[in-house]
């Protein structure tokens, strides 16, 4: 579905990416690890057109993206839920769905992914006259997956979603990503807690400095000798190559 290619990335004198590829299959979830500064974000921004490449290659279905404005992508089938939420505090629940389907002018079909929203969300149906800055942080964080699953994406973005909230809420996060997924949605997950991303996880790339240094299928790489003190937390093994 989506295929990147040497991508490269630069902010003035920095290298955020360094050539840069892999690849997100339909019906998948990818997730992309990394120490903070390693250039997970700046994938996503590039992917969305929010950082401008200053080389190689993004195919999206078969169409080459790089370079288009972002509503054109975002129109093309991709959305992106930001890190921190960012939704719009003073807007209601309904008004932030809204605003994720700006985009659309097919009435009936708002009407109905409002419905499929709110039963995905209860929290969000019985919330959705309430200003938003007055939820939870978990509930804000489903507001901010709805109103992106508003603009019908075939390809979800999805960066540190589990950022800032109790370990119950990180629980229901990880579910829900595992449900939309059952649902037909292609996730590309950013996540520090590297392993619960890799239990749900299909396949996995690990940055570092901009550049991918490792790749594999979850279970594998949630297994990897060098992944495991880096992000599991564990001793590592010094005889172990840090490559894949």
Known sequence: MLEVFDLQVSYGAIKAL????????????????????SGKTTALRAITGLAAPG??????????????????IIRAGIALVPEGRRIFANLTVYENLLLGAYLRRDQ?????????IYDTFP?????????AGTLSGGEQQM????RALMSRPRLLLLDEPSLGLAPLLVKEVFHLITRLNEQGVTILLIEQNAAAALKIAHHGYVL???????????????????????????????????SS
């Open 18 to 37: 360094d050539g840069v590829s892999f690849g997100v299959p339909r019906g998948r979830i990818v997730t992309l690890l990394g120490a903070n500064g």
């Open 55 to 72: 080389g190689g290659r993004m195919v999206f279905e078969g169409r080459e993206i790089q370079g288009l404005p972002t509503h054109e």
């Open 108 to 116: 009936p079909g708002l009407a109905r992914d409002l419905d499929r």
């Open 123 to 131: 929290r969000l149906a019985a919330r959705r006259a309430q200003a």
């Open 143 to 146: 507001l901010a997956v709805g």
């Open 208 to 242: 570092s400095t901009g550049r991918v240094v490792l790749e594999g299928p979850g279970q594998e790489l949630s297994a990897h000798p060098q992944l495991q003190p880096a992000y599991l937390g564990e001793e590592p093994d010094p005889e172990a190559p840090f």
